[in-house]
């Protein structure tokens, strides 16, 4: 029996569309035929050539005297590929060593995230948003892990990948995400963070809420040693501080893991760095230690580091600062024995040679939106006058953006390209100002509408997109590989 892949001639005189090349690290022989994605032009899809075919399809011929089936991309066929091809479907990944996040808010980012991550013995986590992205961009969870699902069936990456509902924060959502097959929850609890109790004095944080007495025996007057020289002390101060500032975060984390992530193979990551407040050493110490004694099991916890870890651009702070406090913070991590964890981690290049060094190689780093930006650079290579319309649309909506994030472009600063050349558009994409501009825009840009009710900018993005997918997946390809270069250096 020939391969499905050596019969391209034959396809195309049979198919009524006409397959214009096979994807060839997509085979994969079956119990009952063999399967391949095909690139039909404007779309995907996969044929499967044998008999009993499990997919729900498109056209069925035959060629050599079995069937052949072309199957839509559609959430029931990723559903079975997920049983049939076990390396399609999201894995708890959380427990490997070096784990990092590649989020994509587009759908179309995972085979240049692939070409990236197989350079490095890091494990990624491909369908990763959260319920913002989801909402803003009109996608379901489904959506998200039927994409990956596909594009890590074309690419025929076998090494194994999670999938993360990003910054949930009710029950409703964590169900939601779990019920969808993903594999692990980021439990963002910073609606449940008193961040005003940093700045309140002994007496003020007597009148709000006493200090339980059980805390007081339990951390007051010890030095709680952690790795090497690293160990954290409280003050009473420093200790009241800390049970009001994630006393209501621990509870609430207690309550959802309870609820539906106990004693199933969902791992859980906390996430206390969506505030204004730096979480210090110490308060680190005590939410881990608390959520431990609560029986709270987590694999990663994502303090709020010093400095700005703000959309899209490096890291603004003192490095040397950074370094201090993430010592102690990776210190905490190891003592409970799960992985710190660096959210808005795209592009924070001035931090990741320190992420890498003082965790050993042991962590979890998320990206995103840097994904769409690197789209974006593509049409500012390639197709100008769009690139110039979809900006000024984003300068025009970018005061109603900001509110959604936190970033410190000003409307005022965001440079004028009127008078720019189209060779030099691409340049924006470097500079902090233009960067945050089109990196919280992004919801209004794919969703803006025309008069009679079609999409301004989305259906032309993608067509673009789909035309210039190589090149798309090299310049993905490059960028992420300098993330990881500098995370791991020698791996």
């Keep these: 029996?020939?391969?499905?892949?050596?019969?391209?001639?034959?396809?195309?005189?049979?198919?009524?569309?006409?397959?214009?090349?096979?994807?060839?690290?997509?085979?994969?022989?079956?119990?009952?035929?063999?399967?391949?994605?095909?690139?039909?032009?404007?779309?995907?899809?996969?044929?499967?050539?044998?008999?009993?075919?499990?997919?729900?399809?498109?056209?069925?011929?035959?060629?050599?005297?079995?069937?052949?089936?072309?199957?839509?991309?559609?959430?029931?066929?990723?559903?079975?590929?997920?049983?049939?091809?076990?390396?399609?479907?999201?894995?708890?990944?959380?427990?490997?060593?070096?784990?990092?996040?590649?989020?994509?808010?587009?759908?179309?980012?995972?085979?240049?995230?692939?070409?990236?991550?197989?350079?490095?013995?890091?494990?990624?986590?491909?369908?990763?948003?959260?319920?913002?992205?989801?909402?803003?961009?009109?996608?379901?969870?489904?959506?998200?892990?039927?994409?990956?699902?596909?594009?890590?069936?074309?690419?025929?990456?076998?090494?194994?990948?999670?999938?993360?509902?990003?910054?949930?924060?009710?029950?409703?959502?964590?169900?939601?995400?779990?019920?969808?097959?993903?594999?692990?929850?980021?439990?963002?609890?910073?609606?449940?963070?008193?961040?005003?109790?940093?700045?309140?004095?002994?007496?003020?944080?007597?009148?709000?809420?006493?200090?339980?007495?059980?805390?007081?025996?339990?951390?007051?007057?010890?030095?709680?040693?952690?790795?090497?020289?690293?160990?954290?002390?409280?003050?009473?101060?420093?200790?009241?501080?800390?049970?009001?500032?994630?006393?209501?975060?621990?509870?609430f984390a207690k309550s959802i893991y309870d609820a539906c992530i106990a004693g199933s193979s969902v791992e859980l990551e906390i996430s206390i760095d969506e505030t204004e407040t730096p979480t210090t050493p110490a308060q680190h110490f005590f939410a881990a230690n608390e959520l431990k004694k609560a029986g709270v099991v987590f694999k990663t916890m994502a303090p709020r580091f010093c400095g700005e870890f703000q959309k899209g651009i490096d890291y603004i702070g003192d490095l040397a600062q950074f370094d201090e406090e993430f010592k102690v913070h990776v210190a905490v991590a190891d003592h409970f024995g799960y992985k710190i964890s660096v959210h808005s981690g795209s592009d924070k290049f001035a931090v990741y040679p320190s992420v890498g060094r003082m965790t050993h190689g042991r962590f979890h780093v998320k990206t995103s939106g840097t994904s769409w930006l690197e789209a974006l650079r593509l049409v500012a290579v390639a197709e100008p006058a769009l690139f110039r319309e979809l900006y000024a649309y984003a300068i025009g909506v970018f005061p109603e953006s900001r509110a959604n994030y936190h970033v410190s472009t000003e409307p005022e600063q965001i440079p004028d390209i009127s008078g720019m050349a189209d060779k030099d558009l691409p340049s924006l994409l470097n500079l902090a100002t233009s960067r945050q501009l089109l990196h919280i825009t992004y919801g209004k840009i794919m969703n803006e509408t025309n008069p009679d009710g079609s999409l301004r900018f989305k259906d032309r993005l993608y067509r673009f997109w789909r035309e210039h997918r190589a090149e798309y997946d090299s310049i993905l390809e490059r960028h992420m590989d300098r993330h990881l270069s500098l995370l791991m250096p020698h791996m």
Aim: hydrophobic letters at 40%.
């Design 1 to 251: 029996m020939e391969k499905l892949i050596d019969l391209l001639p034959s396809l195309q005189d049979k198919l009524q569309d006409k397959p214009l090349a096979l994807y060839p690290e997509s085979w994969n022989q079956l119990e009952n035929g063999q399967l391949c994605m095909a690139d039909f032009g404007s779309y995907d899809a996969i044929l499967f050539w044998g008999r009993n075919c499990p997919f729900p399809t498109d056209e069925v011929v035959e060629i050599d005297q079995l069937p052949l089936a072309r199957v839509p991309l559609t959430h029931e066929t990723a559903v079975c590929l997920h049983h049939l091809l076990p390396f399609t479907a999201p894995q708890p990944v959380l427990g490997q060593d070096r784990s990092f996040g590649m989020g994509d808010r587009l759908g179309i980012a995972t085979l240049g995230h692939i070409r990236a991550i197989r350079k490095y013995d890091v494990y990624p986590i491909f369908a990763q948003q959260s319920m913002r992205e989801i909402k803003l961009m009109n996608r379901t969870y489904d959506d998200v892990l039927d994409r990956v699902t596909f594009q890590v069936l074309q690419a025929g990456f076998k090494k194994g990948y999670g999938a993360d509902g990003d910054h949930l924060k009710s029950l409703e959502e964590v169900r939601y995400a779990i019920g969808c097959g993903y594999t692990m929850i980021t439990l963002d609890c910073s609606e449940h963070i008193r961040g005003e109790a940093a700045s309140m004095s002994g007496i003020e944080l007597e009148a709000l809420r006493p200090l339980p007495a059980a805390l007081e025996q339990e951390y007051l007057g010890r030095s709680f040693q952690l790795t090497g020289d690293v160990s954290v002390q409280f003050t009473r101060t420093t200790l009241h501080q800390a049970y009001l500032i994630y006393g209501e975060a621990i509870s």
